[in-house]
Nanobody
Framework: QVQLVESGGGLVQPGGSLRLSCVASGSIFSMYHMGWYRQAPGKQRELVAIITPGGTTTYADSVKGRFTISRDNAKNTVYLQMNSLKPEDTAVYYC?????WGQGTQVTVSS
């Protein structure tokens, strides 16, 4: 079973930036579609961004133009660069490879 470990969350002021990382175990990372999801208190988990093995990206409308998903197959890592953060981006962010979930990393946007 692939293990996914997220990091990079924290407390940031509105307008600030954070970069999340997700490291995957195993040797076939490059073959996975990788996604970032988030879940705010009292809300359902929602898709944030996906990147295909070929590097095609898809974003939720709420983050387009502010967030960028990327991957480094040599490091078995997928990133989520988050800029111009808003309070409504506050959530636990999870990494997913269509089979497994990470433990999540908390992102809090507040002044």
């Amino acid at each position: 079973q692939v293990q996914l470990v997220e990091s990079g969350g924290g407390l940031v002021q509105p307008g600030g930036s954070l970069r999340l990382s997700c490291v995957a175990s195993g040797s076939i990372f490059s073959m996975y579609h990788m996604g970032w999801y988030r879940q705010a208190p009292g809300k359902q988990r929602e898709l944030v961004a996906i990147i295909t093995p070929g590097g095609t990206t898809t974003y939720a409308d709420s983050v387009k133009g502010r967030f960028t998903i990327s991957r480094d197959n040599a490091k078995n890592t997928v990133y989520l660069q988050m800029n111009s953060l808003k309070p409504e981006d506050t959530a636990v962010y999870y990494c997913n490879n269509r089979l497994n979930w990470g433990q999540g990393t908390q992102v809090t946007v507040s002044s």
